[in-house]
């Protein structure tokens, strides 16, 4: 195994014991997810909506969830490392691109765990039925594949200024906005079965998602030293 | 491109006219000195006086203002990215994780620094600072004491060329000081760099050149 890889690795390995033993960003993202999964099925739920309305305002609701449950957990892997003056030591051992690889390592496990447990409790409590559950799930790998990416950059950006929650969001939306209406269209088609809305849907994100993976390793070194 | 010159042997890092502002305040202005293998250069002045600033100014975490830092490693000039492989460091604004255990944390520095099969050498380093016996305990639990020989452990893990310390001695007890001393002039004897903040009497004895800031 390179040792870049070793490196990330023992970046998100030491993330996600910290996280296990904190539970800092999980409680975040969880309590924020729960509690409007538990708001919309309650007040919405499954029969408020027409037929024909349901699979796009469903996957927007879907999407509104994921998120913006990730904008309140994803920026914290960076904020406690300067909150808690761990940064410093961290930035003289590793290498700064093993630093951004091993935390949006650990920001992919983050909004993976979501998602494992957010969107089948939303399609049961929901009703929400997929007729194309294959391009469904490309579509939810992909997405939260860009999320991280985003959220991980952006999340470095903020951890070094003062105003650091308010900063997360305003830099993040910008920047999450296009994809969430791509993600927002693919679901739907998804749910409809519009094999070639999830096609140009998976193409377009996966295009963000590749751009924001290289614009990020260029950033980050910057970033992080300076 | 300015020189920064050769020597044989060991880190040398050399400061000249060195200045560092942040906005408005200026920490300090011209600074130069040198800190040379075999030696102790201990750095001094009253409170505020920009000793911590001018320590990570010199391991690479801050640039300077103005000025110019050298880094040089067997003769040659060291690149940034390089350079982080030589030095250790312990100072009170540099923490370890405190969800982790001693061995723990080890364990992660001596990854991420590309240490393979590193576990014997956390134990010594362990040994050495006394917290063997402890190694399992979440550093959350340790006194100011007990985490301040970890951050020395961790400093010493990867047995850098270049050791920069920032009041090493706060939180120790008289024997701990007593063991750092010597450790320090042990490895000033085998031609290690050591470069140390501080305004304890005591510690001001351990080295052979001196930089005062003025406040």
Known sequence: ?226 | MVSCGAMADGVRISFTDVAKRYDLRVVFRSVSGEAVPGEVLVITGPNGSGKSTLLAILCGLLRPTRGMVCHVLNGDETAREEWRNHLGVVAPAMSVYEELDAMENLRFFARVRGMNDADQRCHECLELVGLETDRRTPVRGYSTGMAQRLKIAQALLHDPEVLFLDEPGSNLDPAGKGWLGEYVHGLAAVGKTVVLATNDRDEMKWGQNHVTLAG
């Open chain 1, 1 to 226: 195994m390179s040792r870049l890889l070793v490196e990330a690795l023992a970046v998100a390995a030491k993330d996600l014991r910290t996280e296990f033993r904190t539970r800092v960003a999980l409680n975040a993202l969880g309590l924020f997810a729960l509690t409007v999964l538990a708001a919309v099925s309650y007040t919405v739920g499954p029969y408020r909506i027409t037929a024909e309305d349901r699979p796009f305002l469903l996957a927007v609701l879907l999407w509104i969830v994921i998120f913006f449950a990730a904008l309140a957990g994803l920026d914290r892997s960076f904020v406690k490392e300067e909150e808690s003056h761990t940064a410093p030591l961290l930035r003289l051992a590793a290498s700064p691109t093993a630093v951004w690889l091993g935390k949006l390592g650990f920001n992919l496990v983050l909004i993976y765990f979501l998602m494992a447990i957010l969107v089948p409790l939303y399609c049961i409590l929901m009703g929400y039925k997929i007729q194309l559950v294959g391009g469904f799930a490309l579509i939810l790998v992909s997405g939260g594949y860009a999320l991280a990416v985003i959220t991980t950059i952006v999340a470095a950006i903020i951890a070094r200024a003062l105003t650091r929650g308010a900063l997360f969001s305003v830099l993040s939306l910008p920047l999450l906005l296009p994809l969430l209406i791509f993600l927002i269209q693919g679901t739907a088609g998804a749910a409809d079965g519009t094999a070639e809305t999830v096609t140009s849907t998976l193409r377009a994100v996966l295009s963000m998602g590749g751009i924001m993976t290289i614009v990020s390793a260029m950033l980050f070194p910057v970033v992080w030293a300076d």
